[in-house]
């Protein structure tokens, strides 16, 4: 198979790691603007010409290393398409971080972008890092959002901005290795309702999910 | 069913007794399984049993110590390709648990874990065998698919198992090389059509054994150096493993090996960058310099390696296109099985022996392995007693890191009691079926007969262009050809009306039409399907086509408009039916007579989900109480996907649309879906409770499943759900719309159940059930 991730061979289970703390992450954006191919793109290596539209939502993981710390992001890949809308605050709630994607040859999907930044603005928790992604980098021959305007909203707001390519695996990495070294790894993060909320899992914990909130040591 | 029962039953089930908790003292270093000519399979899109790639190789399981300091036993899993080692022989004693780009790593390296490392070979024979593996292998494929039992001939012969210390072992080794002469091999080679001249068990057995060895006795591999084992039972348990002519000889290496992990990291440590000023990724962004990790074997090297189970294939990934990857390369496999999140056996066989030992990762990453000459239920009983060895820690309240908390025996298998008694009665309606179905002017005169054919025995794939039209209430059940012909004419000329009014669409209408529709049809439909021929290659004229009807569509049906999947349920419709016109109107009666084409905010789809969910209180109970304790998990996330596109990104597409198909036949249920759910949960959820996965692990649990569960066994499982529910003497008033949409003539009048107000979940006010009258639930004529 021509992709690869992290995951078990990367495991830091040896006493020279560091610690592990997790994340849920989740991709919002209008539809076709290339959440998949960006999860794809950052999980597996691969991107497919004709990802298939996302029809509910679809859930991986992948880790990355920072220095003494193993980030592992657990990642919401949603539906993009309006309809699907009413669904979102399930799987942004007690998220720790958001990519909202837009394209940047299609203005629309830029406007909605900043819809969706309002939205977590207001209802997501209150610590989530934000990135916005103009993804499609790779067809700046037929951009429709200037790079200059998306950073200036992305400054206006807080974010951390990167025009991205799945495509070219411009900036993918970089994107998600920005919010991993913006996230609070030592304090407990309080957050909504999720139970994985930037737990540090303990070494050779067996069970994930009986980290719990742990992050104490 | 908690864990330990599970285990209990289920080792009770395949050791036909009562285990008790005596420890297996596996002591480090011992193999305590191994088998040869265990098969991988590279994933591809399956469309026929026969794509199946099969990459035979050899696993050994042996006990290390491993965790914190190496204190904790654990079992280390090995498999190596036949193909390696017949290019690389001594890479199998060399390299054993190390990846071949790992030479930078000297041998010393390589911690003992104690110097107990037994080791014995039948390297030579396992050479032997690769090398005639690859001409037996169209035969062993011929056979195996037939079905022959190639265990039989071999049930009597006793084990050939020898252990010996390390300081004789390379010894061993080579001379068992030596005492193979290559006439033995190419007369092996060249005569495998007759079992009678092949080595057997015995003689090599008789090889091994003139090495001094302090421990031969086969007992010594199941149970450790406590010979306890009943000799009888023992040999019983071994004689699976000499399967074909011999060539499952018990052969078993031993490799000092450090943690498998910690030496990962060491050679990450040595090529990447220095991690102290910058932050690397581990993969697969990984510099140059780390690419070399490809490498690294297969399983720590690849996302999520998803094999087959039951002869499905699986696509890169539940939610990569299914584009066709021939290319594979399957390489070496180790893992520490404490690390696993879990183990899972399926039996595909009556007598237990063959099927699949499944390993997944806490990242959900799976590797699956074939046992198709048998073995399987000898790896069962050691890891049943080794998960028996770490169960009784447990109950004591010893906090030990406890791996194998997940190992599970499964047989996804509907058993005789839980079918539909119709079930395997009724035959494929094809072409005679439907001949006889249809009288001299064309009319279907006895649809409940055709329903029930496509229910029970499916519809024969070249009727569909036929058939569909009528599942799909494109024609009346009653028209006669004429009126059918008339019909058809009448509908194209309307479609061509329905054409000419989107594409007359001006201003400010065609902006919103532009920018609501046709924008995401647009994107949708270049990635629908590709890989299907209809729809394969650049330009290709047909997506145009599906386009065109999808935009017509959403003029013909404002209210629906487009909504993301449409163009996947569209697409097989439009691959068979070839005709933009007929497609169209098929879709209008998929559009209509489908309660899973929807959104998740329609109704339908919050229908579907509130019998779903009270079905799964009734039917699944178990899975009902996990749901509950967890956030968010009666949302049912993971099904949203089954019901919108009804399956057709959980199954390969033949069976996908034979679900379609059933579900359409609206055989008794108008909501068969929804125990097709049901019946994926029921085989597949068990998992899911044992090891409590939360919300968005399940998702993830039942997405990786997406493309491996075996079909058929699902409608199988599902038409047996619909019969129990029938059963029912009485229902929640919560389903009771479930049986009151049933369709003509569906829900025969002796099963009519009675309806009782739940309260709790009741939500209508005042339900019509309540104060436990017992309105006759009559709808055996249906609406």
């Known amino acids: 198979m021509a992709s690869s991730r992290g995951g078990a061979a990367q495991r830091p289970n040896n006493q020279s790691q560091g610690k592990i703390c997790q994340f849920k992450l989740v991709l919002l954006g209008e539809s076709a603007v290339g959440k998949s191919s960006l999860v794809l793109r950052f999980v597996k290596g691969q991107f497919h010409e004709y990802q298939e539209s996302t029809i ?153 999910k009986a980290a719990g909130n742990c992050c104490s040591k | 069913m908690p864990l330990p029962n599970i285990l209990r ?40 049993a026969c794509d199946v790639v099969h990459h035979p190789g050899y696993l050994s399981v042996s006990c290390q110590l491993g965790g914190l300091q190496h204190k904790v036993k654990t079992l280390h899993l090995s498999w190596i390709p036949n193909s390696t080692l017949h290019k690389h022989p001594s890479a199998i004693q060399r390299h054993n648990f190390r990846d071949e780009r790992s030479d930078s790593l000297s041998s010393s390296d390589v911690t003992l874990p104690c110097g107990k490392d037994s080791c014995l070979k039948c390297l030579a024979e396992e050479r032997i065998i690769d090398a005639n593996y690859r001409t037996t292998y169209r035969e062993f494929r011929r056979r195996s698919s037939g079905g022959e039992s190639w265990e039989s001939t071999h049930k009597s012969e006793p084990p050939s198992i020898t252990t010996s210390e390390p300081p004789s072992s390379s010894s061993l080794l080579e001379r068992n090389v030596d005492n193979n002469p290559t006439s033995e091999i190419t007369e092996e080679s060249t005569s495998l059509a007759t079992q009678d001249e092949i080595v057997t068990p015995e003689e090599v057995s008789d090889k ?52 498998l992990f910690s030496q990962e990291n060491e050679q990450i440590r040595q090529r990447s960058p220095s991690s102290a000023s910058s932050c690397s990724f581990l993969h697969p962004s990984c510099p140059p310099s780390l690419q070399a990790s490809e490498e690294m074997p297969s399983w720590l090297s690849s996302p999520e390696l998803l094999a087959l189970r039951h002869n499905l294939t699986f696509p890169d990934s539940a939610t990569a296109s299914p584009v066709v990857r021939r290319t594979h390369n399957c390489r070496r ?52 007693e080794w998960s028996f060895l770490l169960y009784t820690p447990q109950q004591t ?108 669409l001006t201003g400010e209408e065609y902006d919103d039409f532009f920018r609501n529709v046709q924008c995401v049809v647009e994107k949708d439909v270049v990635r629908t399907d590709r890989a299907n021929p209809y729809f394969a290659g650049p330009d290709n004229p047909n997506i145009e086509v599906m386009k065109n009807i999808l935009l017509n569509y959403a003029i013909y049906n404002k209210g629906a408009g487009y909504t993301q999947g449409m163009s996947d349920l569209l697409a097989p419709v439009l691959a068979e039916m070839k005709n933009e016109a007929d497609a169209f109107w098929c879709f209008v009666g998929l559009m209509q007579r489908a309660s899973f084409v929807c959104t998740p905010t329609d109704g339908d789809m919050d229908r579907s989900l509130t019998y779903l969910r009270e079905l799964i209180r009734m039917m699944l109970p178990a899975f009902y109480k996990h749901l509950n304790r967890h956030t968010d998990a009666m949302e049912l996330l993971f099904c949203h996907r089954w019901i919108l596109l009804c399956f057709k990104r959980e199954f390969p597409e033949p069976i996908a649309l034979a679900m379609w198909e059933a579900c359409w036949a609206n055989y008794i249920t108008d909501y068969f879906h929804l125990f097709l759910c049901l019946a994926i949960l029921s085989v597949y959820a068990d998992d ?96």
Request: glycine share 8%; with cysteine.
């Open chain 2, 333 to 384: 496999f180790s893992v520490d099985l404490g690390q696993m999140r879990s183990l899972r056996l399926f039996f595909n066989d009556s007598e237990c022996t063959s099927g699949q030992l499944v390993v997944a990762s806490r990242e959900s990453q799976y590797k699956i392995l074939h046992f198709h000459h048998g073995g399987l239920d000898h790896l069962a009983s050691v890891l049943n």
């Open chain 2, 9 to 48: 039953k289920a080792s009770n089930y395949i050791l036909g007794g009562g285990q008790e908790d005596k420890s297996p003292p596996f002591n480090e270093g011992e193999v305590v399984f191994c088998k040869n000519n265990v098969c991988v399979h590279p994933p591809t899109l399956l469309r026929q």
């Open chain 1, 56 to 208: 509910g939502a679809a859930f991986l993981t992948q880790t990355v290393c920072l220095e003494d710390t193993t980030v592992k992001f657990e990642i919401w890949d949603t539906a993009g398409q309006e309809r699907y809308h009413s669904l979102a605050p399930m799987y942004y709630r007690g998220a720790q971080a958001a990519i909202i994607v837009y394209d940047i040859t299609n203005m629309d999907s830029f406007g909605r972008a900043k819809v969706w930044v309002k939205e977590l603005q207001r209802q997501a928790s209150p610590n989530i890092v934000i990135a916005l992604a103009g993804n499609k980098a790779d067809l700046a021959n037929s951009r429709a959002v200037e790079c200059d305007e998306a950073q200036a909203y992305a400054d206006e707001n807080g974010l951390l901005f990167m025009e991205t390519s799945a495509k070219t695996a411009k900036n993918v990495n970089e994107i998600f290795l920005a919010i991993a070294k913006k996230l609070p790894k030592n304090e407990q993060v309080s957050g909504a309702g999720s139970t994985n909320q930037g737990r540090r899992l303990v070494e050779s914990e067996g069970n994930t």
């Open chain 2, 208 to 259: 091994f054994n003139t090495t001094p060895s302090p421990s031969s006795s086969p007992t010594h591999v199941l149970n450790g150096s406590n010979a306890q084992y009943n000799s009888s039972s023992d040999s019983k348990l071994f004689s699976v493993q000499y399967g074909d002519k011999g060539e499952d000889l018990v052969v078993s290496i031993v490799e000092p090996e450090q943690n």
């Open chain 2, 397 to 504: 309240g010893i906090q030990e890191p406890l791996p194998y908390r997940h190992f599970m025996i499964c047989r996804p298998e509907v058993g005789e009691d839980e079918l539909h008694p119709e079930e395997g009665q009724i035959g494929i309606v094809d072409l005679d079926v439907w001949i006889q179905v249809l009288n001299p002017e064309g009319q279907i005169e006895d649809d409940l007969t055709l329903r029930k054919g496509i229910f029970f025995g499916g519809l024969d794939p070249s009727l569909r262009t036929v058939v569909w039209p009528f599942l799909l209430h494109c024609y009346p059940i009653q028209s006669t050809y004429d009126e059918r012909e008339q019909l058809q004419a009448m509908r194209r000329q309307e479609y061509l009306n329905i054409t000419e009014k989107r594409t007359s």
């Open chain 2, 688 to 783: 899911v409770v044992a090891q409590d996965l939360h919300t968005d692990e399940m998702l993830l649990h039942f997405s990786s499943l997406a493309m491996f569960m075996d079909g058929h066994l699902i409608l199988r499982k599902a038409r047996g759900l619909l019969h129990q529910f029938r059963q029912m003497p009485c229902i929640p008033c919560t389903l009771a719309g479930l049986c009151q949409m049933c369709g003509p003539g569906m829900w025969d009048s002796s099963h009519a159940p009675v309806v009782e107000c739940t309260s709790t979940s009741c939500l209508d006010n005042p339900c019509p059930y309540s104060a436990t009258q017992e309105p006759a639930l009559d709808n055996g004529e249906g609406p």
